[in-house]
């Protein structure tokens, strides 16, 4: 893309214009006025006008070193006489107000300059030697200099200073405040500002509050412009401090009635004051919008961004055409701001391209402005616009190429996060176009730019650049020059930069995964034995161990964070870490990661550790308990995942619940067939292993009788179990008792003795439907979906209904395949039962299915949603709508076309009959032919010989062409003819 020039600073010439003048009238009349006693006052004051115009300039160009000299140079001419330490000799009187002015502005200087100390003795020597001034055009200048000397010892020292200028300040205001001379005035009103600061700093807020209130009520109707101005900033200062308090009402209000009030105001410092107060309110209604979008997870509402819009553009129309440097880093904040909106909100096609517009004229007025935060704003906004704009990423890879050549090498310190963060997005955009050697180079640049800056924005682009660059390597397979460019010192950081320390522990995650990238993959004998029955036993590698010290070193760094969002990357590392030692068969290893990881997450709160922790909690427990055959270890573990967890309402936990109370019981149970006293709770009566030997044998009888199909004689051995054990509480027996129960409620179905059936599967809903356990949540939705058959038998068509429903709300959200299936056929059932009555219903709930099930794993699943496609594309056809019903059926094809699992391929079948016929309707022709022919091309088992001859029927009428015709003649042939 093609970037605009930035266009030359005015300002910046003008201040280099001005330098140079008053440096050749300094250069003039330096001669005509030496001796200094000698020469007329005239001449005197037009070069001490001329010295102190350079001062200003130097001042303003931020170059305090020239200044010192220029006023050493004033100081020398004026007042030769006291460098003469023995005997000095002073200027005479009419000079003393120059030399006050000149001793005060190297105060200043030497401040700027960090010579704090030297500052701070010159300031007291001047108030000493002009302590009882009186000349009105000197006593400012020693006022001024009282305040420089608050204001040097304020920011520089520590509590104890503050209060102690605080007090200076008084005095400095008992001292001067009854002058009348406008300047000493304006300096008594900045001495009380100052003092209401050092207030604010020291916590005593109402006292702040006051002191600003009453310096603006002082002020507010003078008429000179300097104590406007001071009128101005004390209502600024107010409604900053109110903000920060949190009062944010009464800070606003104060915002606006200043606005109001200096919205006309011409003088530079009001105009300044104003830009301040509306680019306050611009950033505050900015900041509104944020936190709405923070708490909605979504963008900002619209009724934010009109506010928004409407403070930048009162500010740009106020101040986009001023010159001023602090008005004008306003206005950049404005242009910016205003950009970002418009680009984020995109409601019209407008928006986006106003805002790359936007962004393109700051950068051609304000690139080389010599005030580096306004150079700063102009880099952001382009920034901006090639990262979030349309682009395509070779015209933003040439874009971030001439915003580098033009400040690249710009050495500020502010500009340096923005030149890092443009060099690794230039980087980005070139790795989206597989230019990947060339963005190895520009992160080359990035790291050896920046690598050694301590500035935390800096220092998170070089993580991130070499974290990008790790993983370009690593695509490549060169792991060892990816580990290479993670090795980088990772020095402590302060608590507040989250998002730098969030990249540190990615780019450690990293590193761990590049180990991992060169380990070993899990053992295809996942239960640790050999087909004899012996322990596997593995070998750890080195790249494992490294892996492991990599965790670790993630681990200690960042475990106890405070930002959950690190805490999870270190979370999911360990535990990433114990099941790759559990499925490299590394069963202690992985015991003690899960050990580790679960002493420092399992109190954790945070929603994304807590999956992962009773994650953890169970797979740890299955480990102790199937592969360490250590149950007594496994029990504990399991009664700590139930205990955390038991006011856990996700269908998530509730599975993981489940799956833990069925594990606890197996748990127990082979504790007690291994000789070990396990108490299933003192609430409950014993159980010998020989009495739950005994009543599961009699269930396995009825299981066996039923299978021969003599189910009144397996009923007789479920009955026996249930009328002696169906009131305990035992966990064991209510299991037992829930399993023939549930047999019981089969074999009466079987029998059509469909009112018992009903009452069983009853039974078992009310008995354990509340039961948390996976084993018993499958059998009580086994119970619903039976009751289900029944009801639906008995044309009790409204309860049919509603039991669909409640399995459907009940298992919706469950990560349980039996139970997922429960809710497809839930679906699928009661669409198939109101499809004659609500046909938009039914087609609903079979896209539910199919939009759930499709892409499942298990198979049964699938089939569900096979099911629901052929339904749902034949009822779309029987209504007409072919177009819809061409669509339903090839997502069937698409997704299990190839499937090889013999129900389901039987769906695929009818599918593609529908197909066909759906197609002949819209007038798809060659698409019906070819969808017939696939068929007419399947074995004689995949289509019954009455389908087939229909098929074959309308493969004719569609394509009667003889070569047709004879072709599938030929294949019906081979396929009926006689065998040679």
């Not at 001329?50 to 000299?69: G, K, S």
């Not at 060169?518 to 239960?527: M, Y």
């Not at 004899?532 to 475990?559: C, K, M, N, P």
């Not at 769906?907 to 022709?925: E, H, S, W, Y």
């Amino acid at each position: 893309m093609s970037l605009p020039s930035p266009a030359p600073s005015e300002p910046d010439a003008a201040a280099e214009a001005a330098l140079a003048e008053a440096e050749r009238v300094v250069a003039r009349l330096l001669p005509l006025t030496t001796p200094a006693d000698s020469a007329s006052l005239d001449l005197q004051e037009h070069l001490a006008s001329a010295w102190f115009r350079q001062i200003e300039v130097l001042h303003e160009r931020d170059r305090p070193a020239d200044a010192v000299r220029v006023i050493d140079a004033l100081l020398a001419h004026f007042e030769p006489g006291a460098l003469h330490a023995v005997e000095p000799v002073f200027a005479a009187p009419p000079l003393w107000p120059w030399i006050a002015r000149a001793l005060c502005e190297k105060v200043i200087a030497l401040g700027a300059l960090g010579r704090t100390d030297e500052a701070l003795a010159l300031a007291q020597a001047v108030q000493r030697r002009f302590e009882q001034a009186e000349a009105p055009a000197l006593r400012e200048w020693v006022a001024r200099t009282g305040l420089e000397e608050a204001r040097l010892r304020g920011r520089a020292g520590a509590t104890f200073a503050r209060v102690d200028m605080v007090r200076h300040c008084q005095a400095l205001i008992q001292t001067f405040g009854r002058d009348d001379w406008p300047a000493t005035r304006a300096v008594v009103a900045r001495t009380r500002a100052w003092q209401a600061h050092l207030l604010a700093q020291l916590d005593y807020h109402e006292e702040a509050l006051k002191n600003y209130t009453a310096l603006h009520d002082d002020l507010c109707h003078a008429t000179e412009p300097a104590l406007q101005e001071q009128a101005a900033d004390a209502l600024h200062a107010k409604a900053r401090l109110l903000e920060k308090i949190g009062r944010r009402t009464e800070a606003r209000a104060a915002l606006q009635t200043l606005v109001h009030t200096y919205a006309d105001a011409s003088s530079l410092g009001l105009r300044q004051t104003l830009a301040l107060a509306q680019a306050d309110q611009m950033l505050g209604l900015a900041l509104d919008r944020m936190a709405v979008a923070e708490e909605d997870e979504a963008d900002a509402d619209a009724d934010l961004d009109a506010p928004l819009l409407a403070a930048c553009d009162a500010l740009l129309a106020q101040h986009e055409g001023s010159t001023d440097t602090l008005v004008l880093r306003c206005v950049n904040q404005a242009l910016r701001l205003k950009a970002e909106v418009l680009r984020e909100r995109d409601d019209e096609p407008t928006d986006r391209m106003q805002a790359d517009a936007l962004a393109e004229r700051q950068w051609a007025r304000f690139a080389d402005h010599p005030d580096e935060r306004i150079r700063g704003e102009a880099l952001r906004a382009m920034i901006d616009r090639l990262a979030f704009g349309d682009d395509e990423p070779e015209q933003d890879v040439e874009g971030y190429r001439m915003v580098l050549a033009r400040m690249g090498d710009a050495t500020a310190e502010s500009l340096q996060p923005h030149l890092a963060r443009a060099r690794l997005l230039q980087a980005w955009a070139l790795r989206c176009i597989e230019r990947q050697d060339e963005a190895l180079d520009v992160l080359d640049a990035l790291d050896q730019r920046h690598a050694q800056s301590s500035d935390p924005e800096v220092r998170l682009q070089v993580v991130y650049g070499r974290t990008e660059r790790a993983r370009i390597l690593r695509g490549r397979g060169d792991h060892a020059a990816a580990l290479a460019a993670l090795d980088m010192p990772t020095p402590a950081i302060e608590a507040p930069d989250v998002t730098l320390r969030k990249a540190l522990a990615i780019a450690l995650d990293l590193q761990a995964d590049l180990w991992q990238d060169q380990s070993p993959k899990a053992h295809p004998q996942q239960s640790g034995k050999d087909a004899s029955g012996a322990r596997i036993e593995g070998v750890v590698t080195d790249a494992q161990l490294h892996y492991a010290e990599a965790v670790a070193a993630l681990f200690e760094r960042f475990a106890t964070d405070a930002a959950a969002e690190v805490r999870v990357i270190v979370a999911h590392a360990q535990y990433q870490l114990a099941i790759h030692w559990r499925e490299c068969l590394q069963f202690q290893r992985a015991d003690d990661a899960y050990a580790v990881y679960l002493q420092a997450f399992a109190a954790d709160r945070e929603p994304r550790i807590e999956e992962l922790t009773a994650a953890a909690y169970l797979n740890h427990a299955y480990l102790l308990m199937m592969l360490m055959d250590r149950e007594a270890d496994a029990l504990p573990v399991y009664d700590a995942l139930i205990a955390r967890f038991s006011k856990a309402t996700s269908a998530d936990m509730r599975d993981t619940l489940a799956k833990a109370a069925a594990s606890r019981l197996t748990c127990q149970n082979r504790l007690q067939r291994q000789g070990v006293a396990v108490n299933y709770g003192d609430q409950y009566e014993d159980l010998s292993l020989e009495q739950r030997d005994a009543i599961g044998a009699t269930i396995e009888r009825g299981r066996v009788l039923a299978v021969e199909g003599k189910h009144r004689e397996a009923i007789a051995c479920y009955e026996e179990v249930l009328n002696a054990h169906v009131e305990s509480l035992h966990p064991e027996l209510r299991r037992q008792c829930l399993d023939a129960m549930v047999r019981k409620g089969y074999s009466l179905g079987t029998l059509a003795q469909r009112e018992a059936a009903l009452a069983v599967n009853d039974e078992i809903i009310a008995r354990y439907g509340n039961d948390l356990s996976t084993e018993v949540e499958e059998d009580v939705a086994l119970a619903m979906s039976n009751r289900a058959v029944q009801l639906d038998k008995l044309g009790r068509r409204d309860e049919e209904l509603q039991t669909y429903d409640h399995i459907i709300d009940r298992w919706r959200g469950s990560a349980v395949a039996c139970l997922k299936q429960r809710v497809a056929v839930a679906r699928y059932c009661k669409a198939m039962t109101i499809a004659d009555t609500d046909l938009d219903g039914a087609l609903a709930l079979y896209q539910q299915v199919i939009d759930t099930c499709l892409r499942a794993p298990e198979v049964a699943i699938r089939l569900q949603a096979a099911k629901s496609t052929v339904n749902r594309s034949y009822r779309l056809r029987n209504a007409g709508r072919y177009d819809e019903a061409v669509a339903c059926a090839e997502r069937l094809l698409q997704a299990c076309g190839e499937e090889t699992d013999k129900d389901i391929a039987a769906q695929v079948v009818k599918v593609r009959i529908g197909l066909a016929r759906a197609c002949g309707k819209t007038g798809q022709t060659a698409r019906q032919v070819e969808t017939l022919e696939v068929l007419l091309a399947l074995p004689p088992t995949a289509l019954d010989a009455t389908v087939r001859t229909e098929l074959l029927a309308e493969y004719r009428q569609a394509k009667p062409t003889s070569t047709a015709i004879g072709k599938a003649a030929h294949a019906l042939g081979s396929w009926f003819g006689k065998k040679k």
